[in-house]
């Protein structure tokens, strides 16, 4: 199983990012997909699920603002971020989880398989 986050970048606030996740190794419509970040010196936190069906959770933090989707074909899963604000700098990963529950939950113990993360960085 491979996750590969990208996309990260130096953006001024306001501004918007796409980081997709290219996911190999096993069958991705099968798992929801994860994306989790953390800022220096603060711990890992949720951003965003999809389920395999579909289904999307958003933290409240970035309600509005961001957008995870997810394309099968492509065996990817993106997250669209709009509106950046300086307190989004953080490093983004992707993470795959088979739980039925992870997509909403938004527990990062629940998702067994990461990628190696992209740093965003929002300045002001």
């Known amino acids: 199983v491979q996750l590969q986050a990208s996309g990260g970048g130096m953006v001024q606030a306001g501004g918007s990012l796409r980081l997709p996740c290219a996911a190999s190794?096993?069958?991705?419509?099968?798992?929801?997909v994860g994306w989790f970040r953390q800022a220096p010196g603060k711990e890992r936190e949720f951003v965003a699920a999809?389920?395999?069906?579909?289904?999307?959770n958003h933290a409240d933090s970035v309600k509005g603002r961001f957008t995870i989707s997810r394309d099968n074909a492509k065996s990817t899963a993106y997250l669209q971020m709009n509106s950046l604000k300086p307190e989004d700098t953080a490093v983004y990963y992707c993470a795959k989880s088979r739980s039925v529950s992870a997509w909403y939950t938004g527990r990062a113990d629940e998702y067994p398989y990461w990628g190696q993360g992209t740093l965003v960085t929002v300045s002001s």
């Open positions: 190794g096993y069958v991705f419509r099968n798992d929801a």
């Open positions: 999809i389920s395999r069906s579909g289904g999307r």
